[in-house]
């Protein structure tokens, strides 16, 4: 085992696919000779030539649509959309295009495409910089959505994504490149989509999250725990497919639940877990759901307003406080 | 005396209605609330209630007739009284007329519906688990109440009632135990093990006697039954001894947790009597007493009386009379509060380990 960041584990996975498959490519801006403005695809130019590594002009509809192109004629590639907040301009190409081709023409088509989209806020880089757009992505039938956090799971997943015949929108938190954990060397494994991970055991409160939140939930349960309240950690890593087993068997358990993102709370994806677990488990619920969000307003640019914008651990805390106050 | 009573008005815009059907006839007795008849109103077809109680009189609309409202429909009297064309009626004032029609058709109403209008009219706040559990258990929602005024009832509230439920009927169970005779169940076992692990135990040094270790005993039995000492968590067993100078009872805690050794040392350490007991085991065989059946029990549980070792005949498997030792042991409780079958699994246990001691190892 290393220690490598999440950065690292992205280079790893792109490299070891592009090693395996010669049918994988990527494209985006800078992603070629500068090595990705985050950094994460630099050496893979040298190592696999232009013709696999391919700068692209600054249009996000015409190098998605490429993309969708390449998949749908043989290849495997992987778009970088720089920030998420562009997949705007591109959202054509990925909900009419990539997410139906497969199924209109009765499968006989493959989409092996893999949409690259650091998300997430923080760091000062305003509204149009700091959106998470997971949910739009959640509604649309044909796609796969994931948004793993730690190295491990990031480097399997993308490995996973590459090899999967479907569209998948991989969501990487902006600010988790530098964050570090242990990955085996030398071994070729995927993370498979739809299994959550339970990165802390509890029983008093499920806290139901993925991506930076989960990190943000873990946190809070720590300090949750020195008060005696007992916090089951889920990083569902997968949203789409969402693994409602584990997410039940725990509120099983602890019959209360807290539903974290870090998007704006309205039209969120926690709002659709509140309603999936209250279909599944109603007579499970010693309490009203609680959802963790960010207001529903655009991310400030202003650093004090911004972290009061960001759910933190303290949102967590007061959210659990909440559901264990029967009130 | 004889009073009109006038057609109240039940909807705002109500100003007439037309008598459809009578539901009483003169003579009958009517009391206020009770239907008397079905009206056309601006409305609906609907049912007018009595505003005052009595005998019907006169009816003085007849069916098929619009009535104004506050217009006279029946007179009723009281009891005794005969209805009189030329006796004296009572006329409420017209101005109170309405304004009395209205106040006690508004309290006449809900009286058809009233338990209906009871658990309609009150949102109970509970959560669906508890309102899940509570069907479970077979618990009245209405009777649960949350651990503070306004909180939402948890599913903690309705163990909480149950735990009390239970408690109460243990100490419901113990009244009567103290106040009558128990149930009690008798058994012979052998004490042949028994006598000689505790030789065993006192020659290595152990002081243990007999009463400690079939104490043990019950107490691990108790660990599989746990109606006899009333599902509590934690199995506390006073030890009694009579002696000349009184009844002690020491109570060893967690009895099923320690050692022979340890309930020895606990029931030596304390003469006083302690509370938390949620079983009993009496020794009058210290006494040469070879069996007692306790009449009550001091500590409001199941007891254990243990009588002295003696020895007896008993068949082997040929049929052939041997010697063994043996010693009685009774049970008693209180049948309303332990199943008698549940009480003789329990005792059946007991003779099971106090027999073989060394099963305990495993349990």
């Known amino acids: 085992m290393s220690e490598i960041t999440v950065r ?207 990190i943000r939930a873990q946190n809070a349960a720590e300090e949750l725990a020195k008060q005696g309240i007992s916090c089951e950690v889920i990083d569902l890593r997968s949203i789409l497919p969402l693994d409602y087993e584990t997410v039940m068997n725990s509120i099983a358990k602890t019959n209360r639940v807290v539903v974290c993102q870090e998007a704006n709370l309205r039209g969120g994806l926690a709002a659709d877990i509140v309603a999936e677990i209250i279909d599944r488990g109603f007579d499970l619920l010693d309490a009203p759901p609680v959802r963790v969000g960010a207001p529903n307003v655009p991310m400030p640019y202003n650093a004090g307003l911004e972290a009061l914008c960001i759910p933190d651990e303290e949102n967590i805390k007061e959210a659990v406080m909440k559901v264990m106050s029967n009130d | 005396m004889s009073r009109i009573m006038t057609l109240p008005k039940i909807g705002v815009n109500m100003t007439e209605a037309v008598v459809d059907e009578w539901f009483v006839k003169p003579g009958d007795v009517v009391g206020e609330g009770d239907a008397i008849f079905l009206a056309e109103t601006d409305k609906a077809t609907q049912e007018i209630f009595a505003t005052d109680s009595g005998i019907v009189g006169k009816l003085i609309a ?152 079939i104490t043990k005993a019950a107490a691990v039995a108790i660990r599989e039954h746990g109606a006899v000492n009333g599902f509590a968590e934690q199995i506390n067993i006073a030890v009694e001894a009579e002696t000349t100078e009184g009844l002690s009872n020491p109570v060893v805690i967690g009895a099923d947790k320690k050692t022979v050794a340890q309930i020895k040392a ?6 006083s009597v302690a509370s938390g007991a949620n079983f009993a085991v009496t020794n009058l065989g210290a006494l040469g007493v070879e069996s007692h059946v306790p009449a009550k029990s001091i500590l409001n549980c199941a007891t254990l009386a243990i009588g002295c070792v003696t020895k007896g005949f008993a068949a082997d498997e040929f049929d052939n009379p041997v010697v063994r030792k043996q010693l009685k042991m009774t049970l008693a409780f209180d049948a309303d509060v332990i199943d008698r079958a549940v009480a003789a699994m329990f005792i059946m246990q007991v003779q099971k380990l106090v027999e073989n001691p060394m099963l305990m190892l495993a349990l």
Request: aromatic share 6%.
């Open chain 2, 266 to 271: 606990d029931v030596d350490a304390s003469v």
């Open chain 2, 62 to 213: 007849n069916e098929g007739d619009t009535v104004q409202i506050n217009e006279p429909i029946m007179v009723l009297l009281d009891e005794g009284e005969e209805y009189d064309e030329t006796s004296p009626i009572a006329q409420p004032a017209v101005t109170e007329k309405e304004e009395a029609a209205v106040t006690k058709v508004v309290i006449a109403k809900p009286q058809t519906p009233a338990p209906i209008k009871s658990t309609v009219g009150e949102r109970i706040k509970i959560s669906p688990l508890a309102r899940k559990t509570a069907k479970d258990e077979g618990i009245d929602i209405l009777s649960l109440s949350p651990i503070k005024p306004g909180k939402r009832i948890t599913k903690s509230d309705v163990l909480r009632l149950r735990e009390s439920a239970l408690s109460t009927r243990v100490q419901r169970g113990a009244v009567t135990a103290s106040s009558t005779a128990l149930d009690t169940l008798t058994i012979t076992v052998n004490a042949d093990m028994l006598v000689s692990l505790c030789q065993k135990l006192n020659d290595s040094g152990v002081a243990a006697g007999n009463v400690d270790i």
């Open chain 1, 8 to 214: 690292q584990a992205l280079n790893d996975a792109l490299r070891e696919e592009m090693e395996i498959d010669p049918t994988v490519i990527i494209m985006g801006c800078d992603i070629a000779v500068r090595g990705g403005p985050f950094g994460v695809t630099l050496g893979l130019l040298d190592q696999f030539g232009r013709k696999r590594v391919k700068d692209t002009p600054i249009s996000e509809p015409g190098f998605t649509g490429a993309g969708v192109g390449a998949a749908a004629t043989g290849l495997r590639p992987i778009v970088e959309i720089l920030y998420s907040d562009w997949l705007t301009l591109c959202t054509d190409q990925i909900v009419n295009m990539a997410a139906k081709m497969r199924y209109m023409f009765g499968g006989k088509v493959n989409m092996p495409l893999v949409i690259r989209a650091p998300f997430g806020a923080g760091g000062g880089v305003a509204a149009q910089h700091s959106q998470s757009f997971e949910a739009w992505f959640n509604h649309i039938p044909g796609l796969k959505v994931v948004a793993p956090i730690t190295p491990y799971d990031v480097k399997g997943m993308l490995k996973a994504a590459i090899r999967d015949d479907n569209p998948v929108m991989f969501f990487e938190h902006k600010r988790s490149y530098q964050i570090t954990g242990e990955v085996p060397d030398n071994e070729d494994y995927i993370v498979p989509f739809g299994k959550a991970a339970i990165r802390r055991e509890g029983t008093d409160v499920t806290i139901v999250s993925y991506s930076m939140m989960s």
